[in-house]
């Protein structure tokens, strides 16, 4: 594994990124959340939804009035194995980890419980929520609806968010089983990713409304918010290579993230009002726990789940293959080679540091410099 681009050591750029949150208005104990929950994207070389989204998605935002930094909770209903939250308008990150250490304690108890977030906003990446659940040994699986991105089979028109589906089952292996992804075939994190390193978009992922594929990653940007692109479902375009599944998974995260919560849904989610200026996002999560004790026992769960990625990896390769991965195995390799290093961060990050760094007067030196 080779990397050109300069690190920043870990704890100075979480030290950063918590001042530059509670600099904007985010109260210290949630900053250090929002931070950790970034971080853990880049640990794992999600670079979409680390430090490349912290300015971007959440301090310009919380600038633009379209997300809160002080997050108020209200528990709309609860019982003993279920909880809806309304996060109303707040940081996403900090409602999300509020919901998951209270159904991780109920499904402790109980053996399973579920819960659901409307009015909420950005939570980062799903895979650090239930991974909350498998560092205890047990089953965690969440969703979020998201900015309209991905075209119905057969359609240009974007209707649904690219609305991850993500599991994280524990292993007896050093890292769990973790399959965290969007249902489009690509995300739009990864297009702003190519769109700030200037590259372009790999054609067949984004088509036109005139139903063209489109690879110049900032007009899709531009495009996928007036409306005029979409994102191809998990699969692809049409039917012939199923695309059919990745827009149905994508409907069932839909459905899952607004229903269960009483929130909103497609179109309400745009993040621009009727007049086109920019507003609240009303975004729905939904999360579930499962114990394995309730079943045949968290260790019997863990060997299992491990002999089944130990076999899957020990199978045939094909001509040319040197080897076969399991999710969650790459993510865990890229943190240790980078866990003594530091996060990898590239011109654009570097100038959204020294932007946020400057605007706020924090005492900061990086080596980039």
Not at 124 to 140: L, R
Not at 195 to 209: D, H, L, N, Y
Not at 339 to 354: C, F, L, M
């Amino acid at each position: 594994m080779t990397e050109t681009r300069p690190f920043v050591p870990w704890e100075q750029m979480n030290a950063f990124m918590i001042d530059a949150f509670k600099g904007y208005g985010v109260p210290e104990e949630d900053a250090r959340i929002c931070a950790d929950v970034l971080l853990e994207s880049d640990r794992r070389g999600i670079e979409s939804h680390g430090c490349n989204r912290f300015k971007p998605i959440y301090i310009d935002r919380i600038v633009k009035g379209t997300l809160l930094p002080v997050t108020d909770i209200e528990i709309v209903k609860e019982t003993p194995t279920t909880v809806v939250m309304d996060a109303h308008d707040g940081m996403g990150m900090v409602a999300s980890h509020k919901m998951m250490t209270m159904l991780i304690e109920k499904a402790k108890k109980y053996g399973m419980a579920g819960g659901a977030i409307r009015n909420s906003t950005h939570y980062g990446i799903a895979g650090y929520w239930t991974s909350m659940a498998s560092k205890e040994g047990m089953v965690g699986i969440s969703g979020t609806n998201a900015r309209p991105s991905i075209a119905p089979t057969f359609g240009v028109e974007n209707m649904l968010g690219t609305n991850p589906l993500t599991f994280s089952l524990p292993t007896d292996e050093e890292f769990p089983f973790c399959l965290d992804c969007a249902t489009s075939i690509v995300q739009r994190g990864k297009i702003e990713y190519y769109a700030r390193e200037g590259k372009p978009t790999p054609k067949g992922m984004v088509v036109s409304e005139n139903g063209e594929p489109m690879t110049d990653s900032e007009e899709i940007l531009k495009a996928l918010v007036d409306g005029t692109a979409a994102l191809a479902p998990l699969g692809g375009i049409g039917d012939e290579l199923c695309g059919y599944k990745g827009y149905g998974y994508a409907t069932v995260v839909e459905i899952l993230s607004a229903a269960l919560s009483g929130g909103q849904f497609m179109k309400a989610l745009t993040g621009v009002n009727s007049e086109g200026k920019p507003s609240m996002y009303h975004l729905g999560h939904f999360f579930f726990v499962v114990d394995p004790d309730a079943f045949m026992g968290r260790e019997e769960f863990k060997k299992i789940a491990g002999d089944i990625c130990r076999a899957l990896r020990a199978s045939k390769k094909a001509p040319g293959e040197s080897r076969i991965y399991t999710a969650g195995e790459k993510e865990y390799e890229t943190w240790l080679f980078r866990k003594d290093k530091g996060v990898p961060v590239g011109e654009a990050v570097q100038k959204d540091i020294i932007t946020v760094r400057d605007a706020l007067g924090l005492q900061y030196r990086f080596d980039f410099e």
